[in-house]
């Protein structure tokens, strides 16, 4: 079993920043890609930036420069830098790993609970 707990979520001004942690805890053999993803009220959950194993990075084309992703392979964690908040960026942010339980087993996906990231005056 995999969890993912995520944490640094918040009320923040526009133009303001936030850093987003999630960390994985459970029994694997390897967690390939990891990532971030966020849901508006009212709208469908979107890719925010997922990071490979190896560091290889894919962003929102609407985030890119804004937000960055980095991951600590020995620690289990993937974090999201957000810089230069806008209202219309908030959501609940949730944490995605891609999991192979055993060796040659099918990778999975699993979410973390999400972190609500309100960006208001």
């Known amino acids: 079993q995999v969890q993912l707990v995520e944490s640094g979520g918040g009320l923040v001004q526009p133009g303001g920043s936030l850093r987003l942690s999630c960390a994985a805890s459970?029994?694997?053999?390897?967690?390939?890609?990891m990532g971030w993803y966020r849901q508006a009220p009212g709208k469908q959950r979107e890719l925010v930036a997922t990071i490979t194993r190896g560091g290889t990075t894919n962003y929102a084309d609407s985030l890119k420069g804004r937000f960055t992703i980095s991951r600590d392979n020995a620690k289990n964690t993937v974090s999201l830098q957000m810089n230069s908040l806008k209202p219309e960026y908030t959501a609940v942010y949730s944490c995605?790993?891609?999991?192979?339980?055993?060796?040659?087993?099918?990778?999975?996906?699993?979410w973390g609970q999400g972190t609500q990231v309100t960006v208001s005056s």
């Open positions: 995605n790993a891609v999991v192979a339980m055993f060796s040659g087993s099918n990778p999975r996906g699993y």
């Open positions: 459970g029994s694997w053999f390897s967690i390939n890609a």
